[in-house]
């Protein structure tokens, strides 16, 4: 079973900006990040950027898409250098139908991508930004999604302004807030995360 899908399975290297996976495009691999960081986003037809997530090093992404034999209904961009690892559509496919562990993962994952976009549409619902960028980072750190990530968030403010879609300006100004009542500390290369559950679990203010 490794043999094959190690003999299928390839790499592509993709510079900052370009395009991993175009909207409408079919779904012929299931994806994955060696190194690097994907934003999965959608141009709305008013021009507007829409932000679903981020898949960082060690994270899978597509897999409904590619079970639903459908086209893809978002873009996938490399926001840094990275190296995406392509497993086919048809591997994929035998993978389920051969592997009770493989359907299992895979089970797990669409069960957390459908809980992390439940909480993403209502984190856009709030209108306290310092709310937003807590509860936003929380969900960011989900050990199925994203088995590699540690304390350390590697995103920069402009990266996790795209996400959330908030300007630069206010990420800063929320990233204070959140420092000074001990819930991160801000670090070059990054945001250290000192109180997931704090950060989760935030609530506006008035």
């Known amino acids: 079973m490794k043999e094959r899908v190690y003999q299928d399975a390839y790499e592509v290297l993709f510079r900052p900006g370009d395009v991993v996976v175009r909207k409408g495009d079919p779904a012929k691999d299931w994806l994955g990040v060696g190194e690097g960081l994907l934003k999965v986003s959608t141009v709305?037809?008013?021009?507007?950027?829409?932000?679903?997530?981020?898949?960082?090093?060690?994270?899978?992404?597509?897999?409904?898409?590619?079970?639903?034999?459908?086209?893809?209904?978002?873009?996938?961009?490399?926001?840094?250098?990275?190296?995406?690892?392509?497993?086919?559509?048809?591997?994929?496919?035998?993978?389920?139908?051969?592997?009770?562990?493989?359907?299992?993962?895979?089970?797990?994952?669409?069960?957390?991508?459908?809980?992390?976009?439940?909480?993403?549409?209502?984190?856009?619902?709030?209108?306290?930004?310092?709310?937003?960028?807590?509860?936003?980072?929380?969900?960011?750190?989900?050990?199925?999604?994203?088995p590699h990530i540690g304390p350390l968030l590697t995103l920069s403010q402009t990266e996790l302004g795209e996400l959330i879609g908030m300007s630069r300006q206010s990420i800063g100004a929320a990233l204070k807030r959140l420092e000074s009542e001990g819930l991160i500390s801000t670090e070059y290369g990054g945001i250290v995360v000192k109180s997931l559950a704090g950060l989760s679990n935030y609530q506006e203010r008035d």
Request: hydrophobic share 50%.
């Open 44 to 146: 709305h037809r008013t021009g507007k950027v829409v932000m679903f997530s981020t898949l960082p090093e060690g994270s899978w992404g597509g897999e409904g898409t590619v079970f639903k034999r459908e086209l893809f209904r978002y873009d996938m961009i490399a926001m840094r250098p990275s190296r995406v690892i392509h497993l086919p559509a048809a591997t994929f496919r035998w993978l389920l139908d051969t592997s009770v562990e493989f359907s299992h993962i895979i089970i797990s994952l669409l069960n957390e991508r459908l809980a992390t976009f439940m909480a993403m549409v209502e984190i856009d619902r709030l209108s306290d930004p310092v709310a937003r960028v807590a509860c936003a980072i929380g969900t960011m750190f989900n050990p199925v999604l994203h």
